[in-house]
DNA sequence: CTGAAAGCGCTTACAG
DNA sequence: CTGAAAGCGCTTACAG
């Protein structure tokens, strides 16, 4: 005999009494409740979770799919931390045990997430990366699991997310560099399938019309999260018969590469070129000058994202009514030396 | 009705029917299984998770516990992803989840981990960081939980365990250091309770025995994860009547502030003090000079890990016959610019 | 090869 | 306030 017919036995109470003392049903005399507290303290004894959640229904659990690829695993995880930090803090305050799933770049991302679901592993989910078209977010709508979003997508409707503000920061990114001066102002975007990259690129075609600036595809660089597309950013946007003279940023990195091709040819950021920076990534913070760019907190994301959650789920909605939540969560502003007035060159 | 109990109706065969042609079970009829198999496909059904653990006693999941901190939102995590991958690679092929459990800085991590384990939630355990003395090794060797930890201890004996080779890396940097000509070596070490700083310290003073240095307390420095402890030790270096012409870094990091503060002072990286770091960290790869230092394979930590914890466990420990692991992953020095010959100064 | 039935360890109406 | 009993959805000897 194991488990709680062990502690019921021991105490000569039924199990009944002593799932209701732990489980804090209010119909026990508090001297018997004290009774089976200690004892279960005392053997170390907790619930068998299969069997919890079988007879319960629920799983008191909530998972995190991340994916995991080479990209990511050099830098995006840097990300990580904050979030997951934010999210597990509001989920412990509401008795929820926060399981990060980790899925491979090697394995299908829907059926990964297919098996958690039907298998009913988890009362709620929270999906990261999400891409333009998602299918997960379909599969996550036709089955009865409450979810959240980290990132926008174009697949289903109705659904919660929390998002970075891509508007926001590139809103106030093109008006800084239309402030000094600039008119030919470059980008870099994301080469992978993440819905951030559209939206990204979307907002600045969206800031040069609000400012009466033309469009123009050359100056749009996909880059990947690495430091080594420099030398054919810097090239492509200043040997042209209408260089850029300023450029911003998605992976805050590809700075550094910029800045090792500028000192190659002599030139300075902030002053031949100006450059400002999306997320303040680690790997530049150290760079001279430093990087205009934005910063944020992660732990409001995770935080943000776990509230929408509970939102969702059937125990916790009274406590937060909030419904549908979809929003974007700001950056700030940090001001460098990478940006600077349009410099008056030859032409 | 539903879940295996309506599969079987729809299909007109038994539940255990369907188990077994769920499960792989020999003994089903081809065609049986066949049509068992493409109606739970059709039908999206798969077996609730905390029904199948509770009749079979195993979860086929492995938990990872890990903490956040302060110092890892910010740094310790970029060494996080790597290691999920490799871990959840070796899992996965043996039909183990991985789930990542964040236990926060602000909640005792024993009853944290206690939790899991008294709940029967996983199967097996890999632990990240652990102190010297580390009541959590206490805890799983008195349950029967497989466990293998990430990082020694001097609680417990007799478990699996993997770790960095800071024994291998100091006796390198130290052995290249004396044969640039250094005798007087100082060195950082982490200041938190974790006890790879412990370690470290000893390889230091072991490998300076073994090249018949002395040990000075007064070139050990202690530091966090962030840069800017480079005033307090160069000037603490330099200043002195004996000053130290080396340094080896436990947090990459520093180094920043090392070559901000020589530069202030001056002077420079490699020439006036040589400098090794241990681990590449991202935010220290584009330094100039270069910082000689070692580099490893995250991935091959994680693996190591995954295969160590696979042997002690039922399922697997026929494919994994190596009893109990404890070995050390290796790394391997990248010359940089940051080290050089011991420079003739006045002296 | 298949099915009826017991059992995994809990929770929760139901009755008292 | 407490207990006996049914039930959660599976798996697995056991019998055929």
Request: charged share 25%.
């Amino acid at each position: 005999m194991r488990g709680i017919a062990r502690l019921a036995r021991e105490l000569g109470v039924s199990t009944a009494t002593v799932s209701r003392a732990l489980n804090g049903n209010p119909n026990v005399n508090e001297a018997t409740r004290q009774k089976v507290l200690e004892a279960a303290q005392r053997l170390g004894y907790a619930a068998n979770q299969a069997a919890r959640s079988l007879a319960q229904g629920v799983t008191h659990s909530v998972g995190f799919m991340i994916e995991l690829d080479q990209e990511s695993t050099t830098s995006t995880d840097y990300f990580f931390m904050g979030v997951v930090e934010g999210m597990q803090a509001v989920l412990a305050a509401h008795g929820l045990d926060l399981l990060v799933l980790p899925c491979a770049k090697s394995q299908d991302n829907f059926t990964f997430l297919q098996r958690f679901v039907s298998r009913g592993a988890v009362d709620g989910l929270i999906l990261a990366e999400t891409r333009r078209i998602d299918r997960r977010i379909d599969l996550l709508k036709s089955s009865d699991i409450p979810f959240v979003t980290l990132g926008r997508s174009d697949s289903g409707s109705g659904y919660s997310w929390i998002d970075l503000d891509f508007e926001g920061v590139m809103a106030t990114a093109v008006e800084r560099l239309v402030r000094l001066g600039h008119r030919r102002i470059a980008v870099t975007v994301p080469s992978n399938d993440a819905n951030y990259g559209a939206i990204f690129a979307q907002a600045y075609r969206d800031n040069l019309a609000r400012h009466g600036l033309d469009f123009d595809e050359a100056l749009v660089f996909p880059t990947r999260r690495r430091e080594d597309d420099g030398d054919s950013i810097v090239d492509g946007i200043l040997d042209r018969p209408d260089p850029a003279t300023a450029i911003i940023l998605f992976y805050e990195v590809t700075a550094i590469g910029i800045y090792r091709r500028l000192a190659e040819r002599g030139l300075k950021p902030g002053r031949d070129l100006s450059i400002i920076g999306f997320r303040r990534e680690e790997s530049v913070r150290f760079l001279m000058p430093q990087v205009t760019c934005f910063q944020m907190s992660l732990q409001d994301l995770g935080t943000a994202a776990a509230r929408a959650l509970l939102a969702q789920m059937p125990m916790t909605v009274r406590a937060f009514p909030s419904g549908i939540v979809q929003s974007r969560v700001p950056l700030s502003l940090v001001p460098g030396e990478s940006d600077g007035p349009v410099c008056l060159r030859e032409g």
